[in-house]
């Protein structure tokens, strides 16, 4: 891609970004929102393939919608209150509208059609930050409106997630759209629990971003787009393979890797609230995405097609080491113990 | 005068009904002609005349008279034109899905006429959209900023994807 052209995205990325993230005013929330929409349209259709031509304008189209949701939502807002702050979004229409808007950002059911498509066609770090510095404005303002928002409809968004994001990732062979799926399942829980501390989603969220941007960087360095092209790359990179397990049981969420600790922070937080049934229900759901995160995992390490066992690594890679890759990693493995520490971070 | 702001509204409505139920660009122009100039008297009536004003030069002016040059370039040998059953059961469609919004969302209440709006008060003694638009550019001038990058970024962002491509759309391949 033209370098001056890539600049300007890049940093009307972090310019959108920001102002979102420091607005108390929606007018300036949604410029911000619609800065960052605009800004990734052309890293997404970069390849020019038709794939993602395609996605970039199913991108476009959802996003331009919800943002004009938000700017209703923040209008009839105005219109009964005569504010604007964020913070004070007492108008029940308008909490409605916010809360749909959202869903449709960030890809929550039923307006999650759009984002395994989208990241099928754009390439594999344009889908990282699609992933999570995308959804990282939507969340703040979910966050600082989140005591306003009926807790009936975001308890249902958030298990129809988990529900959906499991189920459907079952039958994907494509690495982006099972990451795909991975993030809304990984959504619908930072959802159930914005109601009742709103913390807690902001910490899953960190949690999620840094074990999803794990998996994308080690996907782009093996460039393993499909599960077929993931059962023979162990012989270039064995260690990176036997990381990417790892990484891959930590995003499931399984003691004792990192992915465990928002599972069990809002599992904890749900059944103090007297949430039991939520909570039973949504960890019984991301169950489903256990297995398509086991196969992946498989894949990665175990299956050894069509060589024999005594096969060796290629003896002659070309790979260099990534630090990036690497701290990461360790950090997506190992933070469970830091459980106290981070709690009190966020 | 109320009745005609109202009659205002629903040509507004039909404009945007008309660019909306897709037909082809040189006919659904004059949607967007019909709806920006009934949406400038809608904000003469809101008693902002300048932001009125600006609307008509810039977006009629400007923006319009751009986008029927280019359109023109980019030409289509067999244009839908409104006598095409698909424009019409699109509009037919449209019209439905609304009054089944109001009648559901019980948005009646919303229906008031006179809104009352506060020209000039207190230390305001210039009307509220000309010291609004001083104050874009005095204690404003960050959202100044900021929206002219914005304009500027759309731009760039078009230029990039039409970038290469012949004829100059966003086709593809």
Known sequence: MNPHAKLISTMSL??????????????????????????????????????????????????????????????????????????????????????????????????????????????MTTALLLSTLMKLPPITLLFMSSQSLNPALLTTLAISSALVGGWMGLNQTQTRKILAFSSISHLGWMIAIIIYDPHLTILTFALYSLMTTTMFLSLTQIKVLKLSTMLISWTKTPMLNATMMLALLSLAGLPPLTGFMPKWLIIQELTKQGMTPTATTITLLSLLGLFFYLRLAYHSTIMLPPNSSNHMKLWRTNKASNTPTAILSTLSISLLPMTPLITTMF | MTYFVIFLGICFMLGVLAV??????????????????????????????????????????????????????????????????????????????????????????????????????????????????????????????????????????????????????????
């Open chain 2, 20 to 173: 909306a139920s897709n037909p082809s660009p040189y006919y659904g122009v004059v949607g967007l002609v019909v709806a920006s100039v009934v949406g400038c008297g809608w904000l003469v009536n809101l008693g902002v005349s300048f932001i009125s004003l600006a609307l008509f030069m810039v977006y009629l002016g400007g923006m319009l008279v751009v986008f029927v040059y280019s359109v023109s370039l980019a030409a289509d040998p067999y244009p839908e034109a409104w006598g095409d059953w698909r424009v019409v059961g699109y509009g037919l469609g449209f019209i439905f899905v609304i009054y089944v919004g109001v009648v559901l969302g019980e948005l009646v209440e919303y229906w008031k006429v006179g809104v009352l709006t506060v020209d000039s008060a207190g230390v305001f003694f210039v009307r509220l959209d000309f010291s609004g638009v001083a104050m874009f550019y005095s204690c404003g001038v960050g959202l100044l900023l900021v929206a002219g990058w914005g304009l500027l970024l759309v731009l760039f962002v078009v230029l990039e994807l039409v970038r290469g491509l012949s004829r100059g759309a966003i086709r593809a391949v």
């Open chain 1, 14 to 123: 972090i310019m959108g970004t920001s102002i979102t993230m420091s607005s108390n005013h929606w007018i300036l929330a949604w410029t911000g929102l619609e800065v960052n929409t605009l800004a990734i349209i052309p890293l997404i259709s970069k390849s020019h393939h038709p794939r993602a031509i395609e996605a970039a304008i199913k991108y476009f189209l959802t996003q331009s919608t919800a943002s004009a949701l938000i700017l209703f939502s923040s209008l009839t807002n105005a219109w009964s209150t005569g504010q604007w702050d964020i913070t004070q979004l007492n108008n029940p229409t308008s909490c409605l509208l916010l809360t749909m808007a959202i869903a449709i950002k960030l890809g929550l059911v039923p307006f999650h059609f759009w984002f395994p498509e989208v990241l099928q066609g754009s390439s």
